[in-house]
């Protein structure tokens, strides 16, 4: 039998221990990430909406709307026949907002790794390898935001199918550009195992992410494979390499290609999720929140588009708070001056992105569409459905329908071994 | 054997094309739940010569050609891949096949390019033949599992990265009658050889790759020359027919002989093998190779060829004054012409070097250890005065360095592209050693009694007006020979409405210089061409 003694040292040490855990389970149990709105906010924003949610918003309204709208978009609204419109014009509607939860997974990790965030004297997380989760709970700069945007890992894995017209309004003509990407996260998981990171082993080379890409229109790339690999060092390129299925051939891609346009389309390598390259490539500057009107909770089917129509009709639009981060290409002969970029705090993807022409001139705007996508794992994780993009010096645009020919899906089983030169030149 | 393949892709094709419910929302067609996915491309090709009557090639009808169009090319290739087993961590079987057909309809509209054909390449130019020689491109069965894998069948395999001339690339010899690497695609270009090659990847540092190829004995000759009289042959006016009129003319004949003197299917005598291994060392990818075969072509024999050369000169003679050629045929090919063993070592090596505008450098090279080669005891080194034979080291690099730039913004919004230009610019070297400047080395692109040969060739692409066109040239220009070739062309791409977005138009042109002393581009003189192409890719 157990003297009194022992038995109170017993509960004394059990007490303790529980007090000591306990601000681990109420992290994970509590952690809130920001919301887009305060209360006070939002019960603005549900006033605003009394009026406008369910209204369809073309040419005759949307002025009324257009301080929610980037600049550009209101004179594609307004002026439908210049991009391709039908005959009833462009048109959307206004929905509620709605609060965008990111998946129990990368809670927890926030919870867990959110306070062991170091950061060096570059502005780079120096234990990057060793987090996962969303480093800033309350960015203060630009480049925190942009840290938060790049620990958005999509599931740990992702593979998506892109219907991508490029359209010229003009004439309404277009070309489709079809591709099948792969996404592979080596660090900062936070749905698959193993988490938050692949062991050093199956990471010699120290890669942050891998995409995989298979092409299958324009016709003479059919079977045109490409992967990239991101290093997790911020200061070291991708490295790329493509399997020219025509002619059969590996070529090693320069980095000079990331900022070459992608086949006939407006956009360059670097503005896949309006931003793809490493962060260290700009500086970034936080110049506020604007509200704009965003497609964050919608799925795509539904929306009507004929061939030529530069915009998809029947989108649907919340009212959302959004992060302005304007970032600036460090490569003085950039082709972009800047990107003013539009991001959500709660899912962290750019929403909008406003960009300037080497002499400061306003060029194209680009825009996300995204929502919570059940992953295979059943998690809840926000994913691009669709992005718009336009050029408004050239009158051009080319749309992305990631949900067109089939589902996207996250949380898939995928191996690292798919960034292989022999796997690029697999028998298709 | 090839009944069985025939009827087995045709029936494949057949019950596809029957029961289909095909999407077509893109290029490839994909049948039974996406299982088979079939690609392929319908062409139509035309060369339209510039220079079409020459005086120092003038021998009134004997020119060769009733009208300017010296091609004119019907032709189609078809993929089919079927997935018999998918699985990325467990088996995955596919089965592919590629067919090719063509109708090369030149001579059949122009009874003198007609006649000018040797009847025995006439049929065989103007449609293919035989299923596995001509229309069977590859067809293998490709098995893969974890780190494993092994494909068995008719392959094409590349192993060299070069665009025009082959460096590191030695294992499918080339068949040049209907196009020219660059031009045309490997498929229509390279022919296909059954063999059995596995991959392993490793986990090793550098992520090594091996592979190793065994050919049991499938010999194709490589047909670097054309036939006579077409466009990718000997003008018939240089084939020198001791009757005018009556074929073969001596050039023909002797290539033809060499043809027909190559061995076949012989496991013992014709076999193949070698293998290759494929790293990433820091910034760069290479590979080293190793290839062991016969010559895709022959070479005279000396204790032979004159003999049987003198039974096609005699009955030349007694033709020109008879009037009447009585050809002697073919017989004793197979003892004037012999195809030696050979070994190939090489290797590639492919970076970025960010320092120099983050340009992409490729290196290949090869080492051939006692490449077989005729040579002339008078030292002239000409074809025509063979009566030797000898093995020589021979060592070979190309360096080719791509880049990309900008236009100036102004230009762009003139041109409504944002496509950078692409270009890349190829230096290839080959140096035959202990040379006595009695070897024959003109299919090498050799001036004669000269060891060393080299030249540079450039590429670039500018696309415009939203990427609807293409503008591509290709040059390439021999140092020593000076023979050069240019390929200026067009591209226009068809939007999506019509025909999927499939259907593309080029206008273009070939242009050859040559010098005198150019053995190789003799063939090509006076074939300055329009090339104008229709083609719709599936």
Redesign the interface.
């Known amino acids: 039998m157990m003297s009194s003694k022992t038995v109170k040292k017993l509960i004394l040490s059990t007490v303790v221990l529980t007090l000591l855990a306990l601000p681990a389970f109420s992290a994970a149990a509590e952690i809130e990430l920001e919301t887009a709105y305060t209360a006070e906010e939002l019960a603005k924003v549900r006033a605003w909406e009394k009026t406008w949610v369910g209204k369809k918003i073309d040419q005759s309204n949307i002025d009324q709307v257009a301080e929610f709208m980037p600049e550009s978009y209101v004179g594609i609204y307004k002026n439908p026949q210049e991009w391709g419109a039908p005959p009833e014009g462009f048109w959307f509607t206004i929905v509620p907002y709605r609060r965008v939860k990111m998946s129990k997974g990368f809670l927890e990790a926030t919870a867990k790794y959110h306070t062991q965030v170091k950061v060096d004297e570059k502005g780079y997380i120096a234990n990057i390898t060793e987090i996962a989760g969303r480093p800033f709970l309350e960015p203060k700069t630009g480049l925190e935001i942009m840290w938060n945007f790049e620990l958005n890992n999509h599931g740990d894995t992702y593979n998506y199918r892109k ?1 991508s ?2 359209i ?1 309004p003009k004439t309404r ?4 550009a ?1 591709q099948e990407y792969w996404e592979f996260y080596f660090i900062n998981r936070t749905e698959l195992d193993p988490k938050p990171a692949l062991p050093d082993e199956r990471n ?1 080379k120290e890669y942050r992410r891998g995409m995989f890409m298979t092409m ?5 790339f ?2 045109t494979r490409m992967y990239t690999l991101r290093p997790i060092d911020q200061d070291k ?1 991708d ?1 790329s ?1 493509l399997w020219y299925n ?12 990331r ?3 992608i ?2 389309s ?1 956009l ?1 390598y670097d503005d896949e999720y309006l931003w793809d390259g490493q962060l260290s490539r700009n500086t970034y500057a936080l110049k506020g929140k604007k509200e704009l009107l965003c497609s964050r909770n919608e799925s795509l089917k539904g929306t009507t588009r004929t ?1 030529g129509q530069a915009m998809l009709n029947n989108l649907k639009f919340e009212r959302c708070k959004l992060y302005i981060v304007e970032a600036v290409n460090k490569d003085p002969n950039y ?1 972009y001056s800047k990107r003013v970029l539009y991001i959500d705090p709660e899912t962290y993807y750019i929403m909008w992105s406003d960009i300037y ?3 400061g001139r306003f060029w194209k705007c680009f825009g996300n569409f995204t929502r919570p996508l059940k992953s295979e794992t059943g998690a809840m994780v926000p994913s691009i459905m669709g992005s718009c993009y336009n050029d408004f ?2 009158t ?1 645009s080319g749309l992305s329908d990631q949900e067109r ?1 089939q589902p996207p899906k996250s949380g898939i ?3 690292e ?2 960034f ?3 796997y690029l030149q ?3 | 054997m090839k009944n069985f393949l025939k009827i087995l892709t045709l029936l494949c094709l057949v019950t596809a094309m029957s029961l289909s419910s095909a999407q077509n929302a893109d290029a490839v067609v994909r049948l039974f739940d996406g299982k088979l996915e079939i690609s392929g491309f319908i062409k139509e090709t035309a060369y339209y010569k510039i220079n079409k009557f020459d005086r120092a090639w003038d021998h009134g009808p004997a020119d060769g050609h009733d009208s300017p169009i010296d091609y004119l090319m019907t032709s189609a290739y078809l993929e089919t891949l079927w997935n018999i087993k998918e699985d990325p961590f467990g088996w995955n079987i596919r089965f592919f096949n590629g067919l090719r057909y063509w109708v090369e309809k030149a001579p059949l509209i122009d009874d003198q390019i007609h006649r000018r054909i040797a009847p025995w390449h006439r049929k065989r130019y103007i449609t293919p033949r035989d299923f596995e020689l001509d229309m069977l491109t590859e067809c293998y069965i490709d098995i893969q599992k974890g780190p494993w894998q092994v494909k068995i069948g008719k392959q094409i395999v590349i192993w060299g990265q070069n665009d025009i001339g082959r460096v590191a690339d030695v294992v499918n010899p080339l068949k040049l009658t209907h196009g020219v690497p660059g031009v045309d695609t490997w498929e229509e270009v390279k022919q296909g050889l059954w063999m059995i090659r596995a991959f392993y990847q490793s986990s090793l540092p550098g992520n090594l790759l091996f592979e190793f190829i065994f050919n049991p004995g499938d010999h194709k000759v490589g047909d670097y020359f054309g036939y006579t009289g077409t466009h990718w042959g000997d003008p018939y006016a240089l084939d020198a027919a001791f009757v005018p009129g009556q074929e073969p003319g001596i050039g023909g004949f002797i290539l033809e002989s060499d043809r027909r003197a190559a061995p076949s299917w012989d496991f013992d005598e014709t076999y193949a093998f070698g293998g290759r291994i494929m790293g990433t060392t820091g910034n760069f990818q290479w590979t080293l190779l190793v290839w062991n075969r016969l010559q895709d072509f022959g070479l005279a024999n000396p204790y032979n060829i004159g003999a049987y050369s003198f039974r096609y000169v005699s009955a030349g003679i007694l033709g020109s004054i008879t009037g009447n050629f009585d050809f002697p045929g073919f017989d004793g090919a197979e003892d004037a012409f012999k195809y030696k063993r050979f070994t190939t070592i090489g290797g590639t090596v492919m970076t970025e070097w960010p320092w120099l505008h983050y340009t992409t450098w490729d290196l290949e090279w090869f080492y051939e250890i006692g490449c077989p080669l005729n040579t002339t005891s008078s030292g002239s080194g000409s074809s025509s005065d063979i009566d030797g034979w000898t093995r020589k080291d021979i060592f070979g690099f190309s360096i080719k360095v791509g880049d990309r730039f900008r236009l100036p913004k102004k230009i762009n919004d003139f041109l409504r592209t944002s496509k950078k230009v692409d270009w890349t610019l190829t230096y290839f070297y080959e140096k035959v050693f202990s040379h006595e400047h009695d070897l024959v080395l003109n299919d090498r692109y050799h001036k004669q009694q000269d060891s060393v040969a080299d030249g540079f060739s450039f590429w670039f692409k500018l696309e415009f007006l939203n990427t609807a066109f293409a503008f591509v040239h290709l040059s390439s220009y021999y140092l020593q020979t000076g023979g050069q070739m240019h390929v200026p062309s067009i591209t226009y791409y068809f939007p999506e409405r019509i025909l999927n977005g499939g259907l593309r138009f080029t206008l273009g042109a070939k242009i050859y210089l040559r010098q005198a002393h150019d053995a190789i581009y003799t063939n090509y003189d006076k074939k300055d061409s329009i090339i104008i192409k229709l083609s719709y890719e599936f």
């Open positions: 219907f017209p490029n010229n003509t277009e070309r489709l079809d010699k299958f229109k324009p016709a003479e059919l079977n390129e490295v390499y025509q002619f059969r051939r590996i070529r090693r891609l320069s980095t000079n290609q900022t070459d346009s086949d006939g407006d360059i061939k082709i022409d080497e002499k010096q050239r051009h020919l089983k995928l191996s071994k798919i292989t030169i022999s697999k028998t298709y």
